[in-house]
C-alpha cells in the first residue's frame, strides 16, 4: 500500500506547455513536501505545505488537505524544468515519518 | 552559508563489511534526516535527529543504525552489508523552532553518498 500516489509518471511537453502534477495521499499530514531532483541524484525543495497555496516564479503549489490532495504546476514550461518531482508528506498519524511518492519524470522539448 | 555536505561522495564495499556515513548540516541547523534512495524503491525515510535525539525512525532493519554529535553533525552506520544495501543515501538539514519541534520545516539536501556493494 503507497501513503503517497503521484500522477503521471512521465510526461513531456512542448517549452511553453502549462504543467501539472498531481499528488494524493492517505495519511494525516503536518505537511507536504514537493522535491526536484535532476540527473545526477541532487535533489532540491521546491515547496512546503501545510494548506492553500504557494508561489514560486513560474512554480506554484496547492494542496487541499480535505481531499488529500496537492497539486504542482509549471507555467510556460521551459527545458530547464527537465527533473524528476517528487511529492513527499510528513505523517502526524506514524510517527512524524516521511512517506514519497515515485516521483513524476518530466521531459520539456524545445 | 555552506549547504549540507555528504563524505564519502562515493564508496564500494562488499557483502558484510560495514560503512558510516557522514553529515554536516547548515550552520544552524539541527535537525538531520536520513534518506535511502534505490530504482527499485524510490526514496525511503531512514531517521531524524535533532538534539542529539532520534525522534523518528523509518521501516529499516536494526543494522541501520545513525547518531548525532553536539555541533548537530549526523553520521549513520550500515553493518553486515547486503547487496541490496546498494543505493544513493542522502541526508537533509533543517531548522528546527526552538521552543517546540514540530518536524515541519523546509529541508536542504546534501549531494548524497553512493555506495555499491559486491
Known amino acids: 500500500k503507497n501513503e503517497v500516489e503521484q500522477s503521471p509518471q512521465n510526461l513531456t511537453a512542448q517549452e511553453g506547455e502549462f504543467i501539472t502534477i498531481n499528488c494524493s495521499y492517505s495519511?494525516?499530514?503536518?505537511?507536504l513536501h514537493w522535491l526536484q531532483q535532476h540527473p545526477g541524484g541532487g535533489i532540491v525543495s521546491l515547496f512546503m505545505?501545510?494548506?492553500g497555496k504557494k508561489k514560486h516564479g513560474r512554480l506554484i503549489a496547492t494542496i487541499n488537505i480535505q481531499e488529500k490532495h496537492s497539486s504542482l504546476h509549471i507555467t510556460a514550461s521551459h527545458p530547464r524544468d527537465s527533473a524528476v518531482y517528487i511529492c513527499a508528506v510528513r505523517s502526524k498519524t506514524t510517527g512524524n515519518q516521511f512517506y514519497f511518492g515515485t516521483g513524476t519524470s518530466l521531459t520539456v522539448i524545445p | 552559508k555552506a549547504g549540507v555536505t555528504q563524505t564519502p561522495r562515493y564508496l564500494i564495499k562488499t557483502r558484510g563489511q560495514q560503512v558510516t556515513l557522514s553529515c554536516s548540516p547548515i550552520?544552524?541547523?539541527?535537525?538531520v534526516s536520513w534518506y535511502q534512495q534505490t530504482p527499485g524503491q524510490g526514496l525511503q525515510f531512514l531517521f531524524e535527529y535533532f538534539s542529539e535525539t532520534q525522534r523518528n525512525k523509518g521501516n529499516f532493519p536494526g543494522r541501520f543504525s545513525g547518531r548525532q554529535f553536539s555541533n548537530s553533525r549526523s553520521e549513520m552506520n550500515v553493518s553486515t552489508l547486503e547487496l541490496g544495501d546498494s543505493a544513493l543515501y542522502l541526508c537533509?538539514?533543517?531548522?528546527?523552532?526552538?521552543?517546540?519541534?514540530?518536524?515541519?520545516?523546509?529541508?536542504?539536501f546534501g549531494a548524497g553518498s553512493r555506495l555499491t556493494v559486491l
Open positions: 495519511v494525516g499530514i503536518s505537511a
Open positions: 505545505l501545510s494548506s
Open positions: 550552520s544552524g541547523h539541527r535537525s
Open positions: 537533509a538539514s533543517s531548522l528546527v523552532c526552538v521552543r517546540a519541534y514540530s518536524g515541519a520545516n523546509v529541508l536542504t
